[in-house]
């Protein structure tokens, strides 16, 4: 794993797409703290199979179920829950 600074990803962000494209992970540091990893992208077979991209669609419904169930700020905007719905074509 190389670690880099926030500054630098800033400045030089090719250098942070070579090293992922090279299967190095990094990780993004602000003042030593850890930001995010950015982890290589997946291998070819990985990515095309419908293991993965079924589970990937799992986790993304799971994520915007969780946003969906809370109630919005500002009840002059539209919840999570019915952007999604309209975004879907469900809400029309």
Known sequence: METLPL???LRDPKRVKKL????????????GK??????PP???DESGS?????QRHR???EHFAGLAAVP?????????????EHARGEGR
């Open 42 to 44: 997946l291998a070819e």
């Open 59 to 61: 986790l993304w419904e």
């Open 34 to 39: 850890p930001l995010w990893d950015i982890r």
């Open 20 to 31: 992922t494209l090279a299967g190095i992970t990094v990780r993004i540091t602000d003042g």
């Open 7 to 9: 500054r630098q990803l």
């Open 72 to 84: 919005p700020a500002n009840p002059a905007l539209p919840s999570v829950a019915e952007v999604m």
């Open 50 to 54: 419908a293991d993965a991209e079924a």
